[in-house]
């Protein structure tokens, strides 16, 4: 989706302040602390003298930003954390908290005020850190607006394609027959009306809506002692809370709970932290099934790194017996803030909810610049003169698809797709953890829309030919939490998204939660609570809400059925390791003057690490052959198609009806579906007329009355509904004369027919091999064979660490 908002943005010639009011000496700069002590830095303004901590004080000579960093000071790394105080009030201000001594805390001051800047020696060796303080002046820049929330009507794909062109901020809640999208000002509902597309407003203030959200979350924060959470939180958090939280879940159980630091630093410098839960944690190469859970690769979307730090909450204090259990199969590697960058603009943002270009609130993106206009690359990401528009969308940013549709090609775009394929630190991070670990499950968390999502995000890609295993497991789910599980494609076409790499490159279930339906970070006891723990008014209410469906996915990658297995034996301290490279092509390149280039060819690596115990041993892998290649579902015609059906346009023309259902007036035509050996893959009903200002909307019922397909777009001279593998029995055709241009010589449609075709049969491709290696304890290779193993196949490999069996063993299928 798309942020803006009303902004703030850098002055020209900016100066930064010292650490004092005057220029420091170097040493100044160096804070030290004899011991390490366990506290939360950003809790409390602590007394000069206390044990672990160094502090400094400043003014700030500007009304604009504090940007305060920890750097190591000397050879050795430890973890230190930081805090920017009023000194005054003694409020927070600013924090950071991460697993090392490289910190960023970052947030708004006002000329004059004076702040303390505490540093907090919390482990490691490290006896000094180096301190760097800057100020950042900001003038104040935009106009208020009044933001909207409407629902577009997209009933037929080519609406959906037209939406998705003119580059507004689509929400993801919408269905087959409409999306709602933000209109942030004047400028984007005149794009909205000049398109053609019909709308209707859901929400005509989304400022007050902001506001009132706001107060609600401060009630509630203050009213409630402890909320029914596994870790009792009423608010949500920032990025320093989750940051001090995810390492003191890991010091009060080191033997089941490892925080690390993922792979590569942000845009901005920021480590990016997460836990890892299994039974023996610090054994990563154990052969367990590896389930990661993940949020917020957009900013704005505050509930879903909730979510996953209470999932974190959940698995590390041992849950029911079923977490239990489950935990004792698995791993579990948890990301809650997949975008620290982004977020920290948007959780410390003042709140204006306009989706102004500088509304930073509403931010959606990560913070990479290189790619706007060169007179907008000045500034930081929480102020600069692009705003929110700067950045890259992560979740358009990973390989699977790349390139094609349902991705925004130009930097300001709000799905913008970066420059290449895991262009981003944010994607390269979830790119080794998926590559490395050979993860069998995984979902990505995203706000709002009530939705279940699963590969494919394209519909001409085809599902996969494991799609009702797919589904059963995503409705098995979405029966959890009352979301609508789907294809992704089934809500707008999307490229460049988490799972339909992850899924189409490794094999690993992969699906997109969509939480709530009220907003972005709607009211923390509704979006949280409610819709994490099963409460009323969530959808999954009395069902168990997404700790069950979390816990249903856990329970799936435990299950031997739902991944691949290899057992053999091995020495003591062998190293075994399954490991494959590949390169799949992206989507042909759309680019913006409208061509298309030749798709990219991407080469990954996927490997998966067993080091042996001695004897047998058993090792949960993915399927080696990834989805890509493995082919398409579908089925084999049993029989022709039926024949194709006219309908006949009844005498009269009824009344114009904008209201259906709810007026019922319009023209039915019945139709029968199925017959003695005819075989329907999908049947189309199409109508036509004259004019494209007449406008008739079309619907299909079935016996019971339900609406099964719709058409019901605007601007055209004709409407066609779907249905794929309709099941046999009576149908009826509901035209409704939406619109006349001239009701006294109405423009009455003419044409009408069912065309019925053959389902589209499976393609099966070719089958991939994974290359097991074994070392032993002196890293000799000792042991080489290939290995074909299947979801839910076992493939014993026997004593493969042995020459002999290196030499003659028989490659299996």
Same mark, same amino acid.
């Given at each position: 989706?798309?942020s803006?908002?009303?902004?703030?943005?850098?002055?020209?010639g900016?100066?930064?302040?010292?650490?004092?009011?005057s220029?420091?000496?170097a040493q =100044?700069?160096?804070?030290r602390?004899?011991?390490?002590?366990?506290r939360?830095?950003h809790?409390?303004?602590?007394?000069?003298?206390?044990?672990?901590?160094d502090r400094?004080?400043?003014?700030?000579?500007?009304?604009g930003?504090?940007?305060?960093?920890l750097?190591?000071?000397?050879g050795?790394?430890?973890?230190?954390?930081?805090?920017?105080?009023?000194?005054?009030?003694?409020k927070?201000?600013?924090g950071?908290? /991460?697993?090392?001594?490289?910190?960023?805390?970052?947030?708004?001051?006002?000329?004059g005020?004076r702040?303390v800047?505490?540093?907090c020696?919390?482990?490691g060796?490290?006896?000094?850190?180096t301190?760097?303080?800057?100020?950042?002046?900001? *003038?104040?820049?935009?106009?208020?607006?009044r933001?909207e929330?409407?629902?577009?009507?997209? !009933?037929?794909?080519?609406d959906?394609?037209?939406?998705?062109g003119?580059d507004?901020?689509l929400?993801?809640?919408? =269905?087959a027959?409409?999306? +709602?999208?933000v209109?942030?000002? =004047?400028?984007?509902?005149?794009?909205l009306?000049?398109?053609?597309?019909?709308?209707t407003?859901?929400?005509?203030?989304?400022?007050?809506?902001?506001r009132?959200?706001?107060?609600?979350d401060?009630?509630?924060?203050?009213?409630? &002692?402890?909320s029914?959470l596994?870790?009792?939180r009423?608010?949500?958090r920032?990025?320093?809370?989750y +940051?001090y939280?995810?390492k003191?879940?890991?010091?009060r159980?080191p033997?089941?709970v490892?925080?690390?630091?993922?792979?590569?630093?942000?845009?901005?410098?920021?480590?990016?932290?997460?836990?890892?839960?299994?039974?023996?944690?610090?054994? /990563?190469?154990?052969?367990?099934?590896?389930?990661l859970l993940?949020g917020?690769?957009?900013?704005?979307?505050w509930?879903?790194? +909730?979510?996953?730090?209470?999932w974190?909450?959940?698995?590390?204090?041992g849950?029911?017996?079923?977490?239990? #259990?489950?935990?004792?199969?698995?791993?579990n590697?948890?990301?809650?803030?997949?975008n !620290?960058?982004? %977020?920290?603009?948007?959780?410390?943002?003042?709140?204006?909810?306009?989706?102004?270009? %500088?509304?930073?609130?509403?931010k959606?993106?990560?913070?990479?610049?290189a790619?706007?206009p060169?007179e907008?690359?000045t500034?930081?990401?929480?102020?600069?003169?692009?705003? *929110?528009?700067?950045?890259?969308?992560?979740?358009?940013?990973?390989?699977?698809?790349?390139?094609g549709?349902?991705?925004g090609?130009?930097?300001?775009?709000?799905?913008?797709?970066?420059?290449?394929?895991?262009?981003?630190?944010?994607?390269?991070?979830?790119?080794?953890?998926v590559?490395g670990?050979?993860?069998?499950?995984?979902?990505?968390?995203?706000?709002?829309?009530?939705?279940l999502?699963?590969p494919?995000?394209?519909?001409?890609?085809?599902p996969?030919?494991?799609?009702?295993v797919?589904?059963?497991?995503? @409705?098995?789910?979405?029966?959890?939490?009352g979301?609508?599980s789907?294809?992704?494609w089934?809500?707008?076409?999307t490229?460049?998204?988490?799972?339909?790499?992850?899924?189409?490159?490794?094999?690993?279930?992969?699906?997109?939660?969509?939480?709530?339906?009220?907003?972005?970070?709607?009211?923390? +006891?509704n979006a949280v609570?409610?819709?994490?723990?099963? *409460?009323?008014?969530?959808a999954?209410?009395?069902?168990?809400?997404?700790?069950?469906?979390f816990?249903d996915?856990?329970?799936?990658?435990?299950d031997?059925?739902?991944?691949?297995?290899?057992?053999?034996?091995?020495?003591?301290?062998?190293k075994?390791?399954?490991?494959?490279?590949?390169?799949?092509?992206?989507?042909?390149?759309?680019?913006?003057?409208?061509?298309?280039?030749?798709?990219?060819?991407?080469?990954?690596?996927v490997e998966?690490?067993?080091? #042996?115990?001695?004897?047998?041993?058993?090792?949960a892998?993915?399927?080696?052959?990834?989805?890509?290649?493995a082919?398409?579902?579908?089925?084999?015609?049993?029989?022709?198609?039926?024949a194709?059906?006219?309908?006949a346009?009844?005498?009269?023309?009824? &009344?114009?009806?904008?209201?259906?259902?709810?007026?019922?007036?319009?023209e039915r035509?019945?139709f029968?579906?199925?017959?003695?050996g005819?075989?329907?893959?999908?049947?189309?009903?199409?109508?036509?007329?004259?004019?494209?200002a007449?406008?008739?909307d079309?619907?299909?019922?079935?016996?019971?009355?339900?609406?099964?397909t719709q058409?019901? #777009?605007?601007?055209?001279n004709?409407?066609?509904?779907?249905?794929? @593998?309709?099941?046999?029995?009576?149908?009826?055709?509901?035209l409704?004369?939406?619109?006349?241009?001239d009701?006294?010589? !109405?423009?009455d449609w003419?044409?009408?027919?069912v065309? %019925?075709?053959?389902p589209?049969?499976?393609?099966?491709?070719?089958?991939e091999?994974?290359?097991?290696?074994?070392?032993?304890r002196?890293?000799?290779l000792?042991?080489?064979?290939?290995?074909?193993?299947?979801?839910g196949?076992?493939?014993?490999?026997?004593?493969?660490?042995?020459d002999?069996a290196?030499?003659?063993?028989?490659?299996?299928?």
């Amino acid at each position: 989706m798309r942020s803006r908002s009303t902004a703030i943005a850098v002055a020209a010639g900016l100066v930064l302040a010292g650490v004092a009011a005057s220029p420091a000496a170097a040493q =100044d700069r160096v804070l030290r602390a004899d011991r390490s002590v366990v506290r939360a830095c950003h809790e409390a303004l602590l007394p000069p003298g206390t044990a672990g901590v160094d502090r400094r004080e400043v003014t700030s000579g500007v009304d604009g930003l504090i940007q305060a960093r920890l750097t190591p000071g000397g050879g050795s790394e430890g973890d230190w954390d930081l805090a920017v105080f009023d000194k005054a009030g003694g409020k927070v201000v600013a924090g950071s908290a /991460a697993l090392r001594s490289r910190e960023l805390a970052e947030s708004f001051v006002t000329k004059g005020q004076r702040l303390v800047v505490q540093a907090c020696r919390y482990g490691g060796p490290a006896r000094t850190v180096t301190l760097g303080v800057d100020f950042l002046a900001l *003038t104040p820049q935009g106009t208020p607006t009044r933001a909207e929330v409407v629902r577009v009507d997209t !009933p037929e794909r080519a609406d959906k394609d037209k939406l998705l062109g003119l580059d507004l901020d689509l929400t993801e809640k919408g =269905d087959a027959t409409g999306v +709602e999208v933000v209109l942030a000002d =004047d400028a984007d509902r005149k794009t909205l009306r000049d398109s053609g597309l019909t709308y209707t407003t859901v929400d005509a203030d989304l400022s007050r809506t902001s506001r009132d959200a706001a107060a609600r979350d401060r009630s509630y924060a203050t009213t409630v &002692a402890a909320s029914g959470l596994p870790s009792g939180r009423t608010s949500y958090r920032h990025l320093y809370d989750y +940051e001090y939280e995810l390492k003191e879940l890991a010091r009060r159980d080191p033997r089941r709970v490892k925080a690390f630091t993922l792979a590569e630093p942000t845009v901005e410098g920021r480590d990016v932290v997460a836990v890892e839960i299994a039974e023996n944690v610090g054994n /990563a190469a154990d052969g367990k099934a590896v389930n990661l859970l993940m949020g917020v690769h957009h900013a704005r979307e505050w509930p879903a790194g +909730e979510h996953a730090i209470e999932w974190a909450y959940e698995l590390a204090r041992g849950g029911d017996q079923a977490v239990r #259990s489950s935990v004792r199969g698995t791993r579990n590697v948890i990301v809650p803030i997949v975008n !620290p960058d982004g %977020f920290a603009v948007s959780r410390e943002a003042e709140p204006k909810g306009d989706f102004t270009r %500088f509304d930073y609130e509403m931010k959606r993106k990560n913070c990479r610049a290189a790619d706007s206009p060169p007179e907008l690359r000045t500034g930081i990401c929480k102020a600069n003169p692009g705003g *929110t528009a700067r950045g890259t969308d992560p979740n358009r940013n990973y390989a699977g698809f790349w390139g094609g549709n349902g991705a925004g090609l130009a930097w300001n775009s709000e799905t913008f797709r970066g420059p290449a394929p895991f262009s981003e630190p944010e994607t390269r991070n979830i790119r080794a953890i998926v590559s490395g670990r050979a993860v069998t499950n995984l979902i990505t968390l995203h706000t709002y829309g009530n939705l279940l999502l699963r590969p494919p995000g394209v519909a001409d890609v085809r599902p996969p030919l494991e799609e009702p295993v797919v589904k059963a497991l995503a @409705d098995k789910m979405a029966s959890r939490n009352g979301y609508r599980s789907i294809p992704s494609w089934g809500l707008y076409d999307t490229t460049g998204t988490t799972e339909d790499w992850s899924y189409w490159a490794t094999g690993g279930f992969g699906f997109t939660f969509e939480i709530n339906t009220a907003g972005f970070h709607p009211a923390y +006891e509704n979006a949280v609570v409610a819709e994490y723990l099963g *409460t009323a008014p969530a959808a999954g209410a009395g069902k168990g809400g997404n700790r069950a469906a979390f816990l249903d996915m856990l329970t799936n990658a435990a299950d031997p059925a739902a991944h691949a297995t290899i057992v053999g034996t091995a020495p003591k301290g062998h190293k075994l390791q399954v490991r494959k490279t590949f390169r799949t092509p992206t989507s042909p390149v759309r680019q913006p003057d409208g061509t298309t280039t030749a798709p990219i060819q991407i080469t990954d690596t996927v490997e998966s690490d067993y080091t #042996s115990t001695g004897g047998r041993f058993t090792w949960a892998v993915n399927p080696s052959t990834r989805p890509y290649v493995a082919g398409r579902y579908g089925r084999k015609p049993q029989g022709p198609p039926q024949a194709a059906i006219a309908l006949a346009n009844p005498p009269g023309v009824p &009344a114009e009806n904008k209201q259906y259902p709810t007026n019922a007036v319009a023209e039915r035509i019945p139709f029968t579906v199925g017959g003695q050996g005819v075989d329907n893959g999908r049947f189309d009903v199409s109508v036509s007329w004259t004019s494209t200002a007449t406008d008739w909307d079309l619907y299909v019922l079935d016996a019971a009355g339900a609406v099964v397909t719709q058409s019901a #777009s605007g601007g055209s001279n004709s409407e066609r509904a779907t249905l794929l @593998d309709p099941p046999p029995g009576e149908y009826t055709a509901v035209l409704v004369n939406y619109d006349q241009v001239d009701p006294a010589s !109405p423009d009455d449609w003419a044409a009408g027919k069912v065309e %019925f075709f053959s389902p589209l049969p499976p393609t099966y491709g070719v089958s991939e091999a994974y290359v097991l290696t074994c070392t032993d304890r002196h890293g000799r290779l000792v042991g080489l064979t290939d290995v074909f193993v299947d979801r839910g196949q076992t493939v014993d490999v026997g004593a493969v660490c042995s020459d002999s069996a290196r030499n003659g063993k028989q490659r299996r299928r």
